[in-house]
């Protein structure tokens, strides 16, 4: 059984940071290609960034040089570190994984607000 279960989601201010964690079970992180997800109120489903099993990463154009996305093997996590973050970066962050179907966590609530 597949699950992740996002954490780290908070209130912030314009400018500061956060890391999000998702750990993993049923599955290994670093033999699948792992994503993050946000949705906004009223707004649709986008794809924030990636990792492959190679270790490469892809990102949204909005979030390119603010956001990084890496693993921890030994933990079987991958973390989302946002930076600069701004009100627009307000959403629910999910992960997700494509592993004989598609899996997402729970979701994690961030808020970037003065």
């Known amino acids: 059984q597949v699950q992740l279960v996002e954490s780290g989601g908070g209130l912030v201010q314009p400018g500061e940071s956060l890391r999000l964690s998702c750990k993993a079970s049923?599955?290994?992180?670093?033999?699948?290609?792992m994503r993050w997800y946000r949705q906004a109120p009223g707004e649709a489903r986008e794809l924030v960034a990636g990792?492959?099993?190679?270790?490469?990463?892809n990102y949204a154009n909005s979030v390119k040089g603010r956001f990084t996305i890496s693993r921890d093997h030994a933990k079987n996590t991958v973390y989302l570190q946002m930076n600069s973050l701004k009100p627009e970066d307000t959403a629910v962050y999910y992960c997700?994984?494509?592993?004989?179907?598609?899996?997402w966590g729970q979701g994690t609530q961030v808020t970037v607000s003065s």
């Open positions: 049923g599955i290994m992180v670093s033999d699948n290609i």
């Open positions: 990792i492959t099993r190679g270790g490469n990463t």
């Open positions: 997700n994984v494509i592993f004989n179907g598609q899996f």
